[in-house]
């Protein structure tokens, strides 16, 4: 089975604070993506990448950043926090052999900002 | 640009009945459909796709899911429900010329006893 492993369930975070969401997936999948989840909003793309040190801004990439230095790990950083970036976050990835290729998610990051 | 809706926020059912969570697609050429399940504190969990082929499409858990291309439609079902069903449900679509995938907003099924 495919497994994504985000490095944490919980973490709360102060205003201003630059935090790191981290992510590893063990089968070698090129594609990886950032999302987050808020309620009635769904999931919402942050960023993405298809191959190491490449990324590609998706629909709500303000105040994030991301790296990609290992094929297995995705990092996600809020450069300055804010309280509107309380929320949600999922890692995903999977193959890149073309769109019929489902995405498979970390457990998720629940993020406070205070 | 594709996009998804799910109709309902949230569906609730007995037990033992059948149950259908909806979703409609719009998509530039052929779709790439694909329903998750989303457990309280877990992430999403893949459970059908539609390819091409079959409009009926069978998944895990008992699930499937008919695609009708008239109606754009891709609607999730189970002929029994079971409680542990109950879970927030996602639909999915992604344009066959690309890996953006888009999300509804998501409805949340509950089954009751």
């Known amino acids: 089975d495919v497994k994504v492993t985000q490095s944490s369930r919980y973490l709360v975070k102060r205003t201003g604070e630059k935090v790191f969401l981290e992510c590893v997936q063990d089968m070698d999948h090129e594609n990886m993506f950032w999302y987050r989840q808020d309620p009635g909003l769904g999931l919402r793309l942050i960023y993405f990448s298809y191959d190491v040190k490449m990324k590609e801004k998706g629909d709500i990439p303000e105040g994030y950043s991301v790296s990609r230095e290992k094929k297995e790990r995705f990092s996600l950083i809020l450069e300055s926090a804010s309280t509107n970036q309380t929320s949600m976050y999922l890692c995903a990835s999977s193959w890149a052999r073309g769109p019929n290729q489902p995405q498979h998610f970390g457990d998720g990051t629940r993020l406070s900002i205070l | 640009a594709q996009s998804v809706a799910q109709p309902e926020d949230q569906v609730n059912v007995a037990e033992g009945n059948p149950l259908t969570v909806k979703c409609t697609y719009s998509?530039?050429?052929?779709?790439?459909l694909f329903w998750y399940v989303q457990y309280p504190n877990r992430g999403l969990q893949f459970l059908l796709k539609y390819i091409t082929g079959d409009n009926l499409v069978k998944g895990s858990y008992g699930f499937e899911a008919e695609f009708n291309k008239s109606q754009t439609s891709f609607h999730l079902k189970k002929p029994s429900a079971l409680v542990s069903d109950s879970a927030l449900y996602f639909c999915a679509v992604r344009a066959y010329n690309n890996n953006d995938m888009r999300f509804g907003a998501g409805t949340r099924l509950t089954v009751k006893p």
């Open positions: 998509v530039s050429g052929n779709p790439y």
